[in-house]
C-alpha cells in the first residue's frame, strides 16, 4: 500500500474515532430523540479527502473489518423507501491492530457505567416528576373534594339553623296556643301583681 493510500486510512480513521461514542463505538452523537448517525459524507467534510480517494480508504478499513456499517431506511407516506445515514459501528478488532485492545475495552467500560448513571438519573428524574405531577393532581382533586366538603358543611349548618328556627317557631306557638288559654284571664291578674 502507498504512503499517500495508508495517510488517507489514518485520517479517516482519526475523524471516525473522533465522532465515536464509546460506549456504543458508533460514529455519531447521542441525542435525546435517538443516536444521529454521520453520514460518510460529513466525515469526508471533514476528512479534506477528494471522493474517490475517501471512498478507497473506507473500502481498505471495511476490508480490515475496521468498522460494520448498518444501512437505515425510512418509509415516506407513499410507501417508497428512502435511505438514511447508515450505522457505523467500530470494530474492536482496529483497536487491537494499533495495539490499544485493552486500553479501548477499559475505556468503553467506563463510559458504560457513565451512561448508565446517566440513564438511571434520567429515570428517576422522569419518576419524580411522574410523582409530582401525581402528587399535584391528588391535591387538585382534595382541594375540590375539600371545598365540596365545606359546601356541604355550609348545607348541613344552613338546615340546622332551620331546624332551631323552626322548632322554637313551633315551641311559641304551642306555647301561646296551650299555656295562655289555660291561663285565660288571669294573666292580667298576674301582671298586675308583678311590681
Excluded at 468503553?108 to 457505567?113: C, D, E, L
Aim: with cysteine; charged share 30%; hydrophobic share 35%.
Amino acid at each position: 500500500m502507498r504512503s499517500e493510500r495508508r495517510e488517507a486510512v489514518t485520517v479517516v480513521v482519526e475523524v471516525m474515532c473522533k465522532h465515536m461514542d464509546l460506549a456504543t463505538m458508533q460514529v455519531g452523537v447521542p441525542t435525546p430523540n435517538g443516536f444521529y448517525n454521520y453520514s460518510f459524507e460529513k466525515i469526508r467534510a471533514e476528512t479534506d479527502l477528494g471522493k474517490s480517494r475517501f471512498q478507497r480508504a473506507i473500502k481498505d478499513i471495511k476490508k480490515c473489518t475496521g468498522f460494520d456499517v448498518n444501512q437505515l431506511y425510512k418509509q415516506d407516506a407513499d410507501g417508497s423507501y428512502k435511505g438514511m445515514a447508515a450505522v457505523k459501528k467500530m470494530s474492536m478488532h482496529l483497536f487491537k491492530a494499533i495495539g490499544l485492545g485493552s486500553q479501548m475495552r477499559r475505556e468503553q467500560q467506563k463510559a458504560k457505567v457513565r451512561m448508565l448513571k446517566k440513564e438511571r438519573e434520567k429515570f428517576a428524574l422522569q419518576s419524580r416528576d411522574a410523582k409530582l405531577r401525581r402528587a399535584d393532581a391528588e391535591f387538585g382533586r382534595a382541594n375540590s373534594f375539600q371545598s365540596v366538603a365545606e359546601k356541604i358543611q355550609h348545607l348541613r349548618e344552613a338546615l340546622e339553623n332551620l331546624n332551631r328556627l323552626h322548632t322554637h317557631h313551633s315551641q311559641r306557638r304551642f306555647h301561646t296556643r296551650h299555656f295562655w288559654p289555660r291561663l285565660g284571664s288571669r294573666v292580667p291578674q298576674l301582671a298586675s301583681l308583678s311590681p
